[in-house]
């Protein structure tokens, strides 16, 4: 993906981490967020949410400590959001502190402020439509021409509001006055990427000088459970800590999370202007799509993804300290992504922050982003807690216990399940 738009240079200045194993702000060192990564601690545990007990798969990254009241306001508007959307707005109060947003001297001009977040298709929680359902059978079936008229009488009137998925960045807008250009893309995995990208895009191409850009997502909640079924989940309900395992030769799934990242992104003089802090510079992006889903196509996509960025980011391999990679933790796309990133890549540290809290859906990108602009910031790279032995398909470095962050560019990877691949730049 090639690109004659301006240069700009383009920085982030705030960062908001809502995940399972704590929230977080890039610029401070001591979040919960960051130090968990470090101490290598996991939020994948038993479902406290719902009884899982009967299901096949009884763990997850779950948020526990997540209390929206504290971060959303006004607390009314709680009524029409969604767990993900609810995520989502809070990173994004997060994120604008972190940014020194409405501090003396840092007004931003509301026209010139936009969003682009990623999200999900939002289903809706079995509880609130039982009710709907039950009045929907007669004789023990489901009449389906029941539904219809019984919809407006059983469920609540806003309750559209609540699942559309552009509904994230709408309310982020209100809440922060940002009347510059708003939208939400969906495309699974790598949706919050994909948003962080024409984030960066819509400031070179002028339309903003301050965008705030992530995404949320949750893998936990039943609709959604059943409607994906759980043939690619790991089944370790013995030991939901070490579920997630991407890379390792023992890996047997993937684990499902939830959770949500928001940025700041700035062109470099208008940050300067106003005396913002750097966390990161953002120095390019490209995304690819696997032409098939067997393992070599989804293994040139990665390969694609990954010299498309490094040309529009105008670094070279052996100026990438590390990558942070989409790391699944499933056997085939651990193998395609692996042999994808040597392709190009042979000896670069390898991180896989999923290892700690699973796949959080279209909050992943950003929340696993966010371990790489914490460790580059503040010098160290945080080690996979699960890789016990490494798997002779995916010979990647894995970076095994915490170490020094070496200067210079990063990497984060995205892939989605309908084989798009998102890679993206950063520096200093």
């Excluded at 509904?167 to 948003?195: E, K, R, W, Y």
């Excluded at 990208?197 to 893998?219: K, N, Y």
Aim: proline share 6%; glycine share 10%.
């Amino acid at each position: 993906m090639t690109s004659d738009l301006p240069m700009r240079e383009i920085v982030a200045t705030g960062l908001g981490v809502i995940s399972p194993v704590g929230q977080g702000q890039g610029h401070n060192v001591g979040s919960a967020y960051w130090q968990a990564l470090l101490q290598g601690a996991s939020g994948v545990r038993a479902l406290r949410a719902w009884d899982a007990s009967r299901q096949p798969v009884q763990f997850g990254g779950e948020l526990l400590d997540f209390e929206p009241k504290q971060l959303i306001r006004p607390r009314k508007s709680l009524k029409v959001m969604s767990r993900e959307i609810q995520t989502a707005v809070a990173a994004a109060s997060l994120a604008i502190d972190d940014a020194g947003f409405g501090e003396p001297g840092n007004e931003i001009d509301p026209l010139r402020m936009g969003i682009v977040l990623g999200a999900e298709m939002l289903y809706a929680e079995l509880g609130e439509l039982a009710d709907l359902f039950h009045h929907c059978v007669s004789d023990g079936d489901f009449r389906v021409q029941l539904f219809g008229e019984q919809f407006p009488l059983r469920v609540y009137p806003l309750w559209l509001l609540k699942y559309l998925p552009n509904m994230s960045a709408c309310h982020v807008s209100i809440a922060h006055n940002a009347q510059g250009p708003c939208n939400t893309l969906v495309s699974g995995d790598v949706s919050s990427l994909l948003a962080v990208l024409e984030a960066a895009r819509v400031i070179q191409r002028g339309a903003a000088d301050f965008m705030l850009t992530g995404g949320s997502g949750s893998r936990l909640i039943m609709t959604p459970l059943v409607f994906r079924g759980d043939r690619q989940l790991s089944r370790r309900n013995d030991d939901p800590t070490a579920a997630c395992r991407p890379f390792d030769l023992a890996r047997d799934g993937m684990v499902n999370g939830e959770g949500s990242a928001v940025m700041v992104l700035e062109h470099r003089e208008h940050a300067v202007r106003r005396g913002a802090r750097i966390l990161a510079t953002f120095l390019g992006g490209a995304a690819t799509h696997a032409t098939r889903p067997d393992r070599e196509s989804k293994r040139a996509a990665v390969r694609q993804s990954i010299q498309r960025c490094l040309s529009n980011a105008g670094v070279s391999p052996d100026q990438v300290c590390h990558v942070n990679a989409h790391g699944l933790s499933t056997p085939e796309s651990d193998i395609a992504e692996s042999q994808g990133i040597t392709d190009v890549l042979a000896q670069v540290p390898v991180i896989a922050p999923k290892a700690n809290f699973g796949n959080l859906g279209a909050g992943s990108g950003a929340v696993e982003m966010a371990a790489s602009i914490y460790g580059q910031m503040y010098g160290e790279l945080p080690r996979h807690p699960n890789y016990r032995e490494p798997d002779p398909n995916c010979a990647v470095n894995v970076v095994q216990q915490t170490r020094l962050a070496q200067p210079g560019a990063w990497l984060k990877l995205g892939i989605a399940a309908s084989g798009q691949v998102v890679c993206l730049c950063f520096g200093p």
